[in-house]
């Protein structure tokens, strides 16, 4: 629900900032401006929805606590387009050269409703334990290594260019709609 969401928010920035170009741009000398650019600031080109198993253990002389968790999330990787700058503009043949920060992680997020703790076992003596044994701490700490591995995961190459890609033909279609032709230069 929450990725359709998002596309549907993305469509409609996407038809906004088509509008926004057209507006004065009808068969103009110049490719949209930087500003008109700009204004959509966090083109979000990714969305990508990982899976990762983390298990964690703590051990003491009598027994200790074992837990695996199988975390299912997503990691949304953006170009942030409030750094784009002209490299070149060639007005006879309608090409514009726009240079761009890479895309980057800009948050990844854990489901907890599609993620679950697969087994949380005491051993030893520990099963006499009464309450918590540390339990919650050992759940906490997979929980957040389980978010820097997404977070490492979606800075992955074959992600970053996917993003590229996508931005690429997002863009191309943004300045198509004013007659120009996009090339991005990455930075």
């Known amino acids: ?16 900032v088509t509008r926004l170009l057209m507006a004065g741009s009808e068969n103009s000398p110049t490719p949209p401006t930087l500003n008109q650019v700009q204004q959509t600031a966090e083109l979000v080109v990714l969305d ?8 964690k253990r703590r051990a003491g002389l009598t027994g200790g606590v074992e837990l ?14 409030s750094e784009a700058q002209y490299v070149e503009i060639d007005e006879s043949d309608r090409v514009a050269v726009l240079s761009l920060l890479a895309p980057k992680v800009v948050w990844a997020r854990l489901d907890p409703q599609q993620s679950q703790v ?5 051993t030893g003596l520990w099963m006499l ?3 918590d044994a540390g339990e919650a701490e050992l759940v906490e700490l997979a ?17 970053i260019q ?10 191309g279609e943004l300045f198509s709609q004013t007659g120009w032709t996009v090339k991005v230069q990455w930075r």
């Open 118 to 122: 697969h087994r949380l076992t005491r």
């Open 48 to 55: 990508a929805q990982l899976e990762c198993l983390v298990t």
């Open 162 to 171: 996917q993003a590229r890609q996508h931005a690429e033909r997002v863009l």
């Open 129 to 131: 334990l009464l309450g």
């Open 1 to 16: 629900m929450n990725r359709m969401l998002r596309l549907a928010l993305a469509a409609g920035l996407l038809f906004w």
């Open 68 to 81: 695996i968790l199988i975390a299912r999330g997503s990691v949304l990787i953006s170009t942030d387009l």
């Open 143 to 159: 929980w957040r290594e389980a978010q820097a591995r997404f977070i490492e995961r979606g800075a992955d190459q074959a992600l």
